[in-house]
């Protein structure tokens, strides 16, 4: 029986030229957006050359959070209006349920209480 291994080398390439070895990842953000670009030796000193001015100038803020993930809730006149009669909330018969009937029928489906008959 034969064991053989094997060994995988990973170069990057400076993103700059397309040639030479890259030594270093470098990383900002700009208009809300993240970027990075592998450099070789002469373009990591560039970059940082050229922030060192907007770093110093700058202020140091917290990384932002992820953006939350939004639920979209179906708030149909009559799906509402079908969850507060079964629950005992006061609703009228025709027209726009009120805020409070339509909080009521939201928050049951964010606490996941919302029965799948009305959702």
Not at 91 to 115: C, F, M, N
């Amino acid at each position: 029986m034969t064991i053989m291994a094997t060994r995988r080398v990973v170069t990057l390439s400076d993103d700059l030229d397309k040639k030479s070895v890259a030594i270093d990842t470098v990383e900002w953000g700009y208009g809300k957006k993240w970027y990075n670009a592998d450099v070789n030796e002469e373009h990591q000193r560039e970059f940082y050359d050229f922030m060192e001015r907007w770093v110093s100038a700058g202020r140091v803020v917290p990384e932002p959070s992820p953006a939350r993930s939004r639920t979209t809730v179906d708030v149909s006149h009559a799906k509402v209006r079908a969850y507060c009669k079964a629950q005992g909330i006061p609703i009228s018969d025709s027209g726009r349920p009120s805020v409070a009937a339509i909080k009521a029928y939201v928050q049951a489906w964010l606490d996941e209480t919302l029965p799948d008959e009305f959702r």
